[in-house]
T-cell receptor
Framework: GAVVSQHPSRVICKSGTSVKIECRSL??????MFWYRQFPKQSLMLMAT?????????EQGVEKDKFLINHASLTLSTLTVTSAHPEDSSFYIC????????????FGPGTRLTVL | AQKVTQAQTEISVVEKEDVTLDCVYE???????LFWYKQPPSGELVFLIR??????QNEISGRYSWNFQKSTSSFNFTITASQVVDSAVYFC?????????????????FGQGTILTVHP
C-alpha cells in the first residue's frame, strides 16, 4: 500500500512557540491531504482538508489562523501550530489520497505534540 | 450530516474468546463507504477493511469477520479466538459519496472508538 510519513514523530515545545509538522506521501501523488487531531482516549476529529495549490478548508470550530496549512506540492502538506499553548497538546495525524485512490486514505504515523 | 456510533467504549476479554465490536452509522447518502481501523498503542492507524454500500456480503479475513447490514445501518466486526496482540482501539468510519470531489473529497467521519483489551 501507499506510504505516508510524518515528521517529527514527537515534539515538545514551550508555550508561545510555533511548531511545524510535515506530512509526505512517499510513493504517490496526493492532491488531497487531511489533518486530524486526537486527544487522549478520544476519536479522530478532522481539522482541515488540504488541497494542493489552493487554500485549506477548515472544519467548524478550527481556527485557521492558529493552525496554518500549506499544501505546496503533490507530496507535501504542512501544519503549523502557531503560538502553541498547552491545550494544543495532542496527537496530530495526517492522511493522503489521490485520484488513483478514489476510496482510499492512507494515514501517517502521527505526531505527538506536547506544549509545556 | 454523517454520524458513526460505537456504543461500546471498552471491552475486556480473555484470550481465545470471540468478541464483537458494534458500529451503527447514519448517512443520507445512498452511496457510501464504511471502514474499520485498528489503532495500537503506537498510535498509527492500521486499515482493516473497506466496504461500499452496495456490497452487503459479509467478509472473513483470517480471525476477522465483518457483518454489514444495511437494513439496520450496522457494520459489526468480530474477532474470533482473540489474542493479546488484538488489544488496541478500534475505530469504525464512514465516508459518504456526496463528499467525493470538491473540497471535501475523502472526508471520513469516525466513531468514538472501542478500546479492546485481551487478557492472557
Amino acid at each position: 500500500g501507499a506510504v505516508v510519513s510524518q515528521h517529527p514523530s514527537r515534539v515538545i515545545c514551550k508555550s508561545g512557540t510555533s511548531v511545524k509538522i510535515e506530512c509526505r506521501s512517499l510513493d504517490f501523488q496526493a492532491t488531497t491531504m487531511f489533518w486530524y487531531r486526537q486527544f487522549p482516549k478520544q476519536s479522530l476529529m478532522l481539522m482541515a482538508t488540504s488541497n494542493e495549490g489552493s487554500k485549506a478548508t477548515y472544519e467548524q470550530g478550527v481556527e485557521k489562523d492558529k493552525f496554518l496549512i500549506n499544501h505546496a506540492s503533490l507530496t507535501l502538506s504542512t501544519l503549523t501550530v502557531t503560538s502553541a499553548h498547552p491545550e494544543d497538546s495532542s496527537f496530530y495525524i495526517c492522511s493522503a489520497g489521490g485520484a488513483a485512490f478514489y476510496n482510499e486514505q492512507f494515514f501517517g504515523p502521527g505526531t505527538r505534540l506536547t506544549v509545556l | 450530516a454523517q454520524k458513526v456510533t460505537q456504543a461500546q467504549t471498552e471491552i475486556s476479554v480473555v484470550e481465545k474468546e470471540d468478541v464483537t465490536l458494534d458500529c451503527v452509522y447514519e448517512t443520507r447518502d445512498t452511496t457510501y463507504y464504511l471502514f474499520w481501523y485498528k489503532q495500537p498503542p503506537s498510535g498509527e492507524l492500521v486499515f482493516l477493511i473497506r466496504r461500499n454500500s452496495f456490497d452487503e456480503q459479509n467478509e472473513i479475513s483470517g480471525r476477522y469477520s465483518w457483518n454489514f447490514q444495511k437494513s439496520t445501518s450496522s457494520f459489526n466486526f468480530t474477532i474470533t479466538a482473540s489474542q493479546v496482540v488484538d488489544s488496541a482501539v478500534y475505530f469504525c468510519a464512514l465516508r459518504g459519496a456526496s463528499n467525493a470531489g470538491g473540497t471535501s473529497y475523502g472526508k471520513l467521519t469516525f466513531g468514538q472508538g472501542t478500546i479492546l483489551t485481551v487478557h492472557p
